[in-house]
């Protein structure tokens, strides 16, 4: 510590000191919560915490932080009532002179300091999205406490705790705080930061674009703050997403600009999008974000319930901020007799009794919400989307009386706070949807929105919403609504969605529109969608687009454009051409597919097998050894006795016996418990399996109809197998063309089969 600071630290806390002697000797109480109490109230009127006091006059000097200048107001305050209580007069002068020669040397404000601003500064948790703590009304009236409550650390915090101090000590690190809403992620983020030495940074970019933009400006000792990270990594167009990703890890690899701290918070279910291998065939869309997490990243898992420990210490801290007593009393159990603390003192239980006993339009507009958003609406939605979809959620009595003023007098019921923090639906500004509507927006409450995706995963969506979210959605999220619709087996509206994306400029979609096409069985209005969605830029187009014409046998068409995706690079295209070519000339499909291998796409794997065979054919067994090897190993370690009895057909009896024995031990290494794979149900989607089950039940025992019904709401709620086992049934009560047309065109969200759609062409420059 400084002499300077040191002295500062001295004269404030035998000021401190003196304050508490004087009022004993007048036969009252101390404490700094006191304190905190008094100077909110006339004549000081400044918000100083407990906390902040704390880190001020700390027991320990060598921890003592000297208040910055923006401070210096809330400090004069201080030293006024402390000299009050002392029986003191201040000197003014002398405690502002004290406090600027204390004040450590510091980066110049100018553009050289990078983004954001020094954490020291940063006073409004609220600003960074922590959540307001309820107020509970039987607690009022007596003593005031912290606009948050006493925190309690917990096993996480100790892990972040161990990042946080690598990077005080000159280390660049990632932490990504992963738990449900509502459970502790930015308030441990929040105490983790303010945990830093003096001069470091906090900067919170508003969105990825912000985040690019200035993360080059990026300088040492600064904390990049990305709360709810998914709104950074998981855009809507992941190339966004992708390239922030790139950029994360050039700085946390710089060292030229180290130690720098990246702070993020997501949703399980968004951490499993991000982190997870793509599935075979499937576009690896977040390959970069993968990579950061698997590299440089640190994951820590937030529990959603406080263990027996943590509420020990709960307890504890409890005898000082009733608030915690309060909350832990009124939270429910679980089975393992833990308690969801955080969540309670967010308000969740108080939001869902707001929400189930809202009257019937205040209700049905958070519902709309709920729907909307699981359907994969972005946060902020349009009033006009609300006013829109509402009549679809409303009874008959209930539309009869609906006007402009009972709308506005539900959202004002909806936006009113509940307890000290926001109610189920609240205005707020909307900075990305620059749409012709000038009406506000609303935000749903995230632990509303986290409950409605398993307990409404099952309901059936109204019409109306789906021509409201046409109507007035964020083109962003036109594609995410358009593929909620297509696992309905609401063909008809994924392909407007889709459209209504590529007229907006997302050339994501064309593809998609293709797809669709093609899978209603109207190949020739496909084609040229693939046409425009290569020539926007997508590897995979053409390649599809052969294999379409190579099913209806269209081989003069296909080949051009297998030859035209080979010479982008396309793998999967190598592959296709090479086995179409492979029984007419073996040597052109054998140098396709090796250098498909060579190409090191994921889908290369597929070509090791016919490689090994025909270089085995040919001759070239050493080489064929090797790819067979390769396949082996990659795919099934019971695939090394196959090899073993091709090397034995062969001749090759010693290399067969070598292999016959890594199969034996592959084999006897092998685990004896059988797992079934874990079924990764899509975010958006719930469950809706029971429905698919049921819905077979009832065609086994001869109940067609009820099933046909059980099926649509399967579909509905996102089941994919819910359309085929309705053409199934269809089929065998005698109603094939009835089936036929559901397979080409779906169904409405009415539950009639759908009408074919009338044909747009692609968009053109």
């Not at 954001?116 to 948790?125: S, T």
């Not at 529990?303 to 504890?316: E, G």
């Not at 025909?614 to 090394?640: P, Q």
Request: net charge negative.
């Amino acid at each position: 510590m400084e002499d300077a600071a040191h002295a500062f630290y001295e004269e404030l806390r035998a000021l401190e000191i003196r304050a508490k002697h004087g009022r004993r000797a007048a036969g009252k109480l101390y404490s700094r919560r006191l304190t905190q109490t008094v100077l909110r109230k006339d004549p000081y009127r400044v918000s100083v915490g407990a906390q902040r006091i704390s880190t001020w006059v700390p027991e320990d000097p060598r921890a003592a932080q000297v208040p910055s200048p923006a401070s210096s107001d809330n400090l004069m305050a201080l030293v006024q009532l402390w000299s009050h209580w002392s029986g003191e007069h201040p000197d003014e002068r002398r405690w502002r002179n004290l406090l600027d020669q204390a004040q450590p040397v510091r980066p110049s404000r100018n553009s050289t300091a990078g983004p954001g601003q020094l954490i020291a500064e940063v006073n409004d948790p609220f600003s960074l999205e922590v959540h307001r703590a309820v107020e509970f009304a039987s607690l009022r009236g007596g003593e005031e406490w912290g606009v948050l409550p006493a925190y309690v650390p917990r096993a996480h915090d100790a892990r972040i705790g161990k990042a946080i101090g690598e990077a005080a000590a000159g280390v660049s690190r990632l932490v990504l705080l992963v738990g449900e809403s509502s459970t502790g992620k930015t308030r441990a983020c929040w105490e983790a930061v303010h945990s830093l030495p003096q001069g470091w940074r906090l900067w919170h970019p508003l969105d990825p674009d912000a985040a690019l933009e200035a993360i080059g400006q990026i300088r040492p000792r600064t904390v990049m703050w990305l709360d709810e990270s998914q709104r950074y990594l998981l855009t809507s167009d992941p190339r966004l997403g992708e390239r922030l990703a790139v950029a994360l890890r050039t700085l946390l690899c710089d060292s030229k600009r180290a130690p720098v701290m990246v702070l993020g918070s997501v949703w399980p279910r968004y951490c499993d999008v991000l982190t997870r291998d793509p599935r075979d065939g499937e576009v690896d869309s977040h390959a970069q974000a993968r990579a950061l997490l698997s590299a440089l990243g640190t994951v820590v898992e937030i529990p959603s319930s406080f263990t027996r420990q943590d509420l020990d210490a709960l307890s504890v801290a409890a005898e000082h901020d009733p608030r915690l007593a309060y909350a832990a009393d009124r939270a429910e159990p679980n089975y393992m007799h833990e308690k969801q603390i955080t969540q309670f003192l967010a308000g969740a239980p108080a939001l869902l009794q707001r929400y189930h006993t809202a009257p019937g339009l205040a209700k049905a507009l958070i519902e709309v919400a709920m729907d909307a958003r699981r359907l994969g609406h972005g946060t902020s939605i349009s009033q006009a989307l609300l006013e829109s979809a509402v009549q679809g959620y409303l009874t008959a009595p209930e539309q009869d009386s609906f006007t402009r003023a009972s709308l506005e007098r539900a959202l004002a019921h909806n936006a009113e706070p509940l307890h000290g923090i926001r109610g189920p639906l609240t205005p707020v500004r909307d900075p990305q949807d620059n749409s012709a509507s000038d009406k506000p927006h609303y935000r749903l409450a995230d632990y509303l929105d986290q409950h409605a995706r398993s307990a409404r995963s099952a309901t059936i969506v109204p019409a109306p919403l789906w021509d409201a979210l046409l109507d007035h959605a964020p083109r962003t999220d036109l594609r995410a609504l358009g593929d909620s619709a297509r696992r309905r087996g609401l063909l008809q509206l994924a392909v407007r969605f889709h459209k209504a994306a590529a007229a907006a400029g997302d050339t994501l979609a064309l593809e998609s529109v293709a797809q669709l096409l093609e899978e209603a069985g109207r190949v020739w209005e496909a084609l040229p969608w693939y046409e425009c969605a290569a020539s926007a830029g997508s590897n995979s187009a053409l390649e599809r687009a052969a294999s379409m014409m190579l099913e209806i046998d269209q081989y003069g068409l296909a080949f051009p454009l297998l030859r035209r995706a080979v010479k982008v690079g396309n793998t999967s295209a190598m592959i296709t051409l090479a086995m179409k070519t492979e029984t007419h000339d073996k040597e052109a499909a054998l140098l396709l597919y090796l250098r498909a291998i060579e190409a090191g796409n994921p889908n290369a794997i597929n070509a090791l097998w016919p490689a090994a065979f025909l270089l085995a054919e040919s001759g070239r067994v050493d080489e064929a050894i090797v790819l067979y090897e390769r396949f082996a190993l990659t795919r099934n370690h019971r695939y090394l006795s196959v090899v073993a009895v091709m090397l034995e057909d062969s001749g090759h009896t010693e290399a067969a016996i070598d292999w016959h024995q890594r199969s034996a031990a592959a084999r006897q290494a092998e685990t004896e418990t059988v797992s079934a794979d874990a079924v990764r149900e899509h975010p958006e989607a719930g469950n809706p399996w029971p429905l698919l089950t049921r819905a077979r039940t009832l065609v086994k025992t001869g109940r067609a109809d009820e099933a046909l019904k059980w099926c649509q709401r399967a579909g509905e709620a996102g089941e994919c197998g819910a359309l085929q086992l309705m053409t199934e049934t269809l089929a065998a009560q005698g109603r094939t063309e009835e089936g036929n047309r559901l397979r080409q065109y779906g169904w409405e969200p009415s539950g009639d089969v759908a009408e074919p759609w009338k044909s747009d062409p692609p968009p053109t420059d």
